[in-house]
């Protein structure tokens, strides 16, 4: 008989040692899960980008229930597990169930600690810990405006930058005079507080949390100073406690967490406890680089082999916050012990420091750029001796830039810090496995499967190995949980089946959830009206939501009208339709868009037909995976330097382009003139006017991801624009992943690429056909409101509408 591996707790470390005990000896148990949570296995790292709008929920599941299926695991969510019997070994459950192990592993984590004040048990506090928490503060986001966390740890500031996305404005209360105290010096601390700043945190800093106000939900927070701040939601981000009271009833030697020793092993025998949960040589954790070495060592002592012995581990900080690049391992503090090397470049907001102790590295700090950070890890953790290098071999120059040389990087470097994978691992799994995929390379070594910030690298180091046999298009990632095939087999599938709906689609390839998701339905409809051209007819549930209300959601749940106007031209006729209009529905806010449109924000659900039907005008797509604006400067029509008449290429763009479905929203800019008032420089495609012509910029962004257009073409005649911008947005069209913008679509598939395919002039007549086909299908999309009663009482009617 098999014999019985029961784990307490669902979670990051605890599923790990249970793939390395698989990966051991698939046969010697039969296996057991409880885990307090519904869901199964997910990758809590990923919680901030989920909050940050990045992904999504089930994007972060790491193993699906299919997976505890397939290797024979009996998983029980939502159940806890309230005392553990070592006598006769068994376990019981919330639920009264007694299950008996011959080894139990506990993996139980931590939970946020909340301050013990007045107050804090009021409705609107809460930690930052897990998909439920996650939850509240998206919903909160969307009825509240004002947002306190509490804590300028990696944690607090993380959530209040998906705070920020969700729309709230936010305080920071911190308690000591720096933030991340325990990562970073005050010098890094200091630039990090001013780009946070920047990004729109407001900071408290020294202030101590005396009372949280409120009757029962909380309207704000008191400080031991007296001073006070407004709040309708606290996030509580001021470290972690480890869940150790299941352990210690049932008389496990405890600490701050489970003690253990190098084997990873507890007090009592056949009980091993690993993660945050676990305290070893009186260290607990809240990384998972070294939850993960615990769980490897556990593996070989569950399966009896006890080679390996876990020794303790040195860890290095990265912030998942956009615009912000910062690193840090060791020591962090200058004191009379060690000797600091540091390049500070405040014009390019770069900070790097070593600290030294015996000419070996004791500490790394670096903000702005850390391109360095597993080189310089790699030798503080081998204490290499420095004393033949000069400083800037050690720190390259501040600032510089430039691809980085894979060939260079040693073959025992650690490129996923997460899960302490080297590049010779990863090398030696693509060469020794025929791994041609990010995703298989993921799955094979673990690279990039924690906080992900090392996959640009591991996918260079992809490339690299594969060298000419890379295939861009072949790079496989599955399109989304519901199914194992990557984007482009989908698209063939539709193709070579001939599938035309997107219910089809997902029946035919046999998705996992019959409804697909938020991710996969919108993508698939987007690829059958890109396949069928207009003979696809337009799937509008399966779009997401403000496309599918052909309006912009507004945080306090109304909507926003932006109506057409070529080229950013009006005239005094629709200016007076438009003021006449704000005025009868009492819009609230009427503005210029950063597009040069026209916005009235605010509008009512019921009142946005009679607002349209009013108004007359052309929907100007402000919401839409497609064309949304061409910006154009006032040219040569105007403007004394205008070499060429911008206003009216502007406008002839729009005309065509408008409403065509894209893999992203596009939009472009045209300037008659190099000084590019029109901001071409930074628009998907941009065009700036010459003497005699035309250049055309392409992939450019101007938004979080900011990124200058390249150069692509100089034409002479408008009529080779349009032919060029044409081919170039069909050829977009057809191979862009869903949600993959120009820029990022361009860099993935290389400038040199694009331009080469489409120098040949029989691929451009195509293409041009294609996206002329397809265009014949759009129609103005709030005519159909206007004039079909059913699609108005859908759609706009005060009923809830079902949000993707
Ligand atoms: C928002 C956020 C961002 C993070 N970002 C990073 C990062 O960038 N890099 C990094 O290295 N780390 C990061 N971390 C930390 C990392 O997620 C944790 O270190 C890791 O998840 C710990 O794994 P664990 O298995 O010990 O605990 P957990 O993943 O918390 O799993 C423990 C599980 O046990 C369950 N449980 C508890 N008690 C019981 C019981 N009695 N019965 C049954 N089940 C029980 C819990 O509900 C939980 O599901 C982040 C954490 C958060 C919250
Ligand atoms: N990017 C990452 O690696 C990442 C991201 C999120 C979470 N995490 C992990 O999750 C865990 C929890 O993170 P955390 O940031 O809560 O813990 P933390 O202990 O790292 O930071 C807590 C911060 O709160 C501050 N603080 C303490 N009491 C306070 C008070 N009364 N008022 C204001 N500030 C106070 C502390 O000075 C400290 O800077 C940690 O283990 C962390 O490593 C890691
Ligand atoms: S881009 Fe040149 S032509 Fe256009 S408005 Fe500016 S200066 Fe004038
Ligand atoms: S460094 Fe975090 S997943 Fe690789």
Not at 73 to 87: A, D, G, M
Not at 184 to 209: C, H, I, V, Y
Request: aromatic share 6%; charged share 25%; with cysteine.
């Amino acid at each position: 008989m098999k014999k019985q591996l029961v784990m307490i707790g669902n979670g990051m470390a605890g599923v790990r040692a249970i793939e390395e005990i698989l990966k051991l000896n698939k046969e010697e148990f039969e296996m057991t899960i409880f885990g307090k949570e519904p869901y199964p296995n997910y990758n809590r790292i990923q919680l901030s980008h989920v909050l940050q709008g990045d992904t999504t929920v089930e994007e972060i599941i790491m193993n699906d229930w299919d997976w505890y299926k397939e290797n024979h695991i009996q998983l029980f969510t939502n159940e806890s597990i309230v005392k553990i019997n070592p006598e006769n070994k068994t376990v019981e459950s919330s639920n009264g169930r007694i299950t008996a192990y011959d080894k139990l592993i506990i993996a139980t984590g931590s939970s946020p600690f909340i301050l013990p004040v007045k107050g804090a048990e009021k409705q609107g506090v809460t930690g930052f810990r897990d998909i439920h928490d996650c939850e509240v503060m998206i919903k909160t986001a969307e009825s509240y405006k004002k947002a306190v966390v509490i804590g300028g740890g990696l944690l607090g500031l993380e959530a209040a930058r998906g705070l920020i996305d969700l729309g709230m404005t936010v305080d920071v209360v911190h308690l000591m005079p720096h933030l991340m105290e325990r990562q970073l010096d005050p010098t890094a601390s200091q630039m990090l507080q001013r780009e946070l700043e920047s990004q729109g945190m407001n900071f408290l800093m020294e202030k101590q949390t005396e009372e949280i106000l409120g009757e029962d939900r909380v309207t704000g927070i008191r400080f031991t100073d007296g001073s006070e701040t407004a709040a309708d939601l606290v996030v509580m981000a001021v470290g972690i406690k480890p869940n150790i009271e299941v352990a210690a009833a049932c008389g496990l030697e405890v600490n701050r967490g489970i003690v253990v020793n190098d084997y990873i092993e507890t007090s009592i025998p056949d009980i091993y406890a690993v993660g945050e949960c676990a305290e070893h040589r009186e260290v607990t954790y809240g990384l998972v680089a070294p939850l993960y070495e615990q769980a490897k060592v556990l593996a070989e002592t569950i399966v009896g082999k006890r080679e390996s012995t876990y020794e303790g581990s040195i860890t290095g900080t990265q912030l998942k916050v956009s615009g912000v690049d910062l690193y840090s391992a060791g020591e962090i503090m200058d004191d009379p012990s060690v000797k600091a090397i540091k390049v500070h470049n405040e014009f390019d907001g770069i900070y790097k420091k070593i600290l030294v102790r015996d000419n070996k590295i004791a500490g790394i700090v670096l903000y702005g750029n850390t391109k360095d950070s597993s080189k310089l890890f790699r030798m503080m953790m081998g204490k290499e001796e420095i004393t033949d290098l000069t400083d800037i071999s050690l720190l390259q120059k501040a600032g510089e830039e430039g691809a980085e040389d894979i060939g260079s990087i040693p073959a025992d470097e650690v490129v996923c810090g997460c899960n302490g994978v080297t590049k010779g691992t990863i090398v030696k799994a693509i060469q020794t496995q025929g791994l041609t995929t990010l995703n298989q390379v993921s799955g094979c070594t673990n690279a990039g499967r924690s906080c992900g910030r090392c996959k640009p690298l591991v996918n260079d180091i992809l490339m690299h190995t594969l060298g000419d046999s890379f295939d861009a298009s072949l790079a496989k990632d599955s399109l989304c949980g519901c199914t194992a095939l990557s984007r482009d087999e989908v698209v063939e599938e539709i193709r070579t089946k001939g599938l035309t709906a997107v219910k089809e689609v997902m029946n035919v390839l046999e998705w996992k959830q019959e409804e697909g998701c938020s991710k996969c339905r919108p993508a698939i409809n987007y690829f059958l009206g890109m396949v069928h051209m207009d003979a696809y007819e337009d799937d509008r549930d399966s779009r997401l939501v403000n496309e599918k209300m052909h309006a912009n959601i507004q945080k306090d749940g109304t909507y926003s009208v932006v109506p057409r106007m070529y080229g950013g031209v009006t005239n005094a006729k629709d200016l007076m339709k438009i003021a006449q209009i704000a005025e009868k529905y009492n819009v609230p806010l009427v503005k210029l868009t950063g597009g040069q449109r026209i916005g009235l924000f605010g509008v009512k659900r019921e009142d946005l037909t009679a607002v349209w039907q009013e108004l007359d005008m052309p929907s100007g797509y402000a919401y839409g995976k497609t064309l949304r604006t061409v910006k154009t400067c006032v040219g040569s029509q105007f403007c004394r330097f205008g070499t060429q008449d911008s206003m009216s290429l502007g406008m002839e763009l729009e005309k065509k382009f408008e409403r065509l479905d894209t893999p992203h929203k596009v939009k472009m800019g045209v300037s008659a003139c190099p000084r590019n008032c029109a901001e071409s420089g930074i628009k998907d495609l941009g065009y700036v006017g010459i003497d005699g012509g035309w250049e055309i910029y392409v992939g450019g962004n101007g938004g979080t991801d900011l990124r200058a257009g390249d150069l692509a073409w100089t034409v002479t005649t408008e009529a080779e624009v349009m032919e060029y911008s044409s081919a170039f947005l069909q050829y977009y069209r057809e191979t862009a992943n869903y949600l993959e913008r120009t820029s990022t679509w361009l860099e993935r598939l290389g400038l040199d690429h694009v331009k080469a395919h489409l120098a040949d002039k029989n691929i451009r007549e195509k293409l041009n056909d294609r996206l002329d086909q397809t265009l014949q299908r759009y129609n103005e999309p709030w005519k159909q409101a206007i004039e079909d009663q059913k699609v108005n009482e859908k759609y706009y009617s005060t009923k809830e509408v079902e949000l993707v």
